[in-house]
């Protein structure tokens, strides 16, 4: 191929829509103020699968950076706040604790809050982790809040929050977005998938016979992956010999309750359960192992375990858990369910998208698609990837359950290289590294490990600087601030109640 790094492209295609495509669309059309010209190829006859409604703090980066009004944003998704997720029956049966967003406690010199938490722990002098943690407690009062810049040196003023959200609204609030700034939509199936001599993409060919030409393709046909995979015959690393879970019926239901602050993750005999409250239903799914759970029987867990009336029939979803072994391969990049498939246990599923599209962005290309800039962008691709999948095993992994072969295989199965270093260094004085700035940080690993029962042996030699007053003393402070913080803080309900209310004809915007 010639050298055309100096040529620029002209023409970006999305094949597929959903929230990925449509993601896609509507970051790519803001960066990229028009120069180029974005098409999205869509059918209204083709699902998309629409169950990752539980999303990370991230989500708040990508709509800022489209200039989203979060308040009309959430009237539209009929979202809801999340702080963390809560993890029911994973270490035991009975066991219960939260993954929550943001910092626990603060830090004591060159010590993070941890080691100290960890000392007194170990010593039977400070009670859970939870305790430290505002998001946690608030999580736990059904309470909610924005961080608040009136006061800086407050927790309050540090609140990392996600979103429950309706992924299917999602997406066509994005469409709005993207086709007002620029992107075409062509409705239609593509039949015909045509190829340079070089065995880059050249143009898909729709049902109707229209041909659509493109530079760059973006792989946005979910499982299907009909560019990436079905084109390019790009390959796919299997991972379900550690995340065994293949199969999962998902439905909606009815509201019932308080509006939860929280996804609720609870382990199952063959998997888990998810319960994500949106504004006007549940979403609910099951998540399973097919070799150690029948699909009637599945169903049957689901359906047996929803807070309200189901509001449709389950709808089962089949995957294998792994990764494309190129992200971009030629001229095609493949984002969301293309690119592969890590279950929604830690709602990375839109961060996935979110994060691949930033790195493109990093590393857009010009006509040339030089080989060593698509190299280091699949180099980092995989980095993320595979170290969302340790944390994921993690979950698994650390368990004492052996109630059901499934748990039982789980326990004592092999884990990657990756994941027994982190697991024999926590072990070993309760350390975490994070490294390469990898998603999941020290405090993520830490909730976790110890939550599922991991136990550390030690702790840090120096988190002994402290006497046991001056330790009971600095942690007793931070239990009792925390504790200040939520009680200032409104419900959750009547948080949504007053942004859902900003939005009404007569209301002053909140």
């Not at 939260?98 to 400070?126: D, N």
Request: glycine share 8%.
């Amino acid at each position: 191929m010639k050298n055309e790094t100096s040529t620029p492209l002209k023409n970006i295609v999305i094949v597929g829509g959903g929230t990925a495509g449509w993601m896609a669309a509507a970051s790519l059309s803001r960066l990229l103020q028009k120069r180029y010209a974005i098409r999205l190829i869509e059918s209204d006859e083709i699902s998309t699968v629409g169950v990752g409604e539980s999303t990370i703090p991230m989500i708040r980066l990508f709509n800022t950076a489209l200039g989203i009004n979060e308040d009309e944003f959430m009237r539209e998704t009929k979202a809801t706040f999340k702080l963390g997720i809560d993890f029911v029956d994973w270490g035991k049966l009975g066991d219960r604790y939260m993954h929550g967003f943001g910092s626990i406690g603060q830090p004591l010199w060159t010590l993070e809050f941890f080691q100290y938490w960890l000392r007194a722990w170990q010593a039977g002098k400070a009670p859970d982790l939870e305790r430290y943690s505002l998001n946690r407690m608030a999580a736990k009062a059904h309470k909610f809040m924005r961080p608040s810049t009136d006061m800086p040196n407050s927790p309050l003023a540090d609140i990392p929050y996600a979103f429950h959200l309706d992924a299917g609204l999602y997406a066509r609030y994005l469409r709005k977005y993207a086709e007002h700034h620029g992107v075409v939509r062509t409705e239609g199936k593509v039949v015909e998938v045509r190829q340079r001599a070089d065995d880059f993409i050249e143009s898909v060919v729709m049902e109707n016979g229209t041909v659509v030409e493109g530079d760059l393709f973006i792989d946005c046909s979910g499982f299907r992956a009909l560019l990436i995979e079905q084109t390019l015959k790009t390959g796919f690393e299997d991972w379900s010999h550690w995340l065994p879970c293949d199969r999962a019926w998902a439905v909606p239901c009815e509201l019932s309750g308080e509006l939860l602050p929280y996804t609720i993750a609870t382990a199952r005999p063959a998997g888990w359960q998810w319960r994500i409250g949106l504004q006007h239903r549940t979403g609910n799914g099951h998540v399973y192992a097919s070799r150690f759970m029948s699909d009637d029987e599945a169903a049957s867990v689901l359906m047996n375990n929803l807070d309200g009336k189901a509001l449709a029939d389950p709808r089962m979803l089949r995957f294998t858990a792994g990764k494309r072994k190129k992200t971009w391969n030629k001229n095609v990049v493949a984002i969301g369910l293309s690119s592969g498939f890590l279950e929604p246990l830690e709602s990375t599923s839109i961060h996935l998208v979110q994060s691949t599209l930033s790195r493109l962005v990093g590393f857009f290309p010009d006509a040339g698609f030089q080989q060593a800039d698509i190299d280091e962008f699949n180099a980092q691709c995989d980095f993320e990837v595979e170290r969302i999948r340790d944390f994921l095993i993690l979950h698994y992994h650390a368990t004492e359950r052996s109630d059901t072969p499934f748990w039982d295989h789980c326990r004592t199965m092999e884990i990657p290289d990756t994941l027994r270093r982190k697991l024999d260094l926590y072990r070993s004085h309760g350390r975490v590294i994070r490294e390469n700035n990898e998603l999941f940080a020290e405090v993520g690993w830490q909730q976790v490990l110890h939550g599922q029962g991991v136990r550390a042996q030690g702790h840090h030699p120096l988190a002994g600087l402290l006497d046991d007053r001056e330790l009971q003393a600095f942690l007793g402070n931070i239990e009792e601030v925390i504790g200040k913080c939520v009680n200032v803080m409104p419900s959750h309900k009547d948080f949504i109640a007053a942004v859902v209310a900003a939005g009404q004809p007569g209301t002053a915007r909140r």
